[in-house]
């Protein structure tokens, strides 16, 4: 089943900030983070529950090679990207399934 995608505002604004930093610490380095992304978007998108709750309701995926984890909610065939955090955050950092 494919889903489709939506960003919170939070997820938005971590993702670019991600980027921004990547990019500072080598040209080109945040394009790769923004591809990792896609591709764990897309699994995702073709698989919503292969990836195990952290929290009730809230899954989160790992992207490969970068140290990030995409936490989200499935409504139905939409996925919910709730956030973009950096392996290193509290788990109290984490959303919660609102």
């Known amino acids: 089943m494919a889903c ?6 939070r997820a938005l604004r ?8 990547y990019e500072l610490q080598s040209p080109g380095l945040g394009e790769e983070f ?15 529950l292969l990836y195990a709750e952290v929290v009730p309701g809230v ?7 970068f140290p990030y984890g995409l936490f989200y909610v499935l409504r139905g065939e939409l996925v919910h990207v709730l956030a973009v955090l950096h392996d290193a955050r509290s788990s ?3 959303p919660k399934n609102r």
């Open 34 to 48: 923004i591809a990792a992304m896609e591709l764990q978007l897309k699994r995702l998108m073709q698989s919503p």
């Open 14 to 21: 971590e993702t670019g900030k991600a980027q921004e930093w």
């Open 59 to 65: 899954r989160r995926a790992l992207l490969p090679r």
């Open 92 to 94: 109290s950092r984490w």
């Open 4 to 9: 489709r995608l939506k960003f919170s505002t």
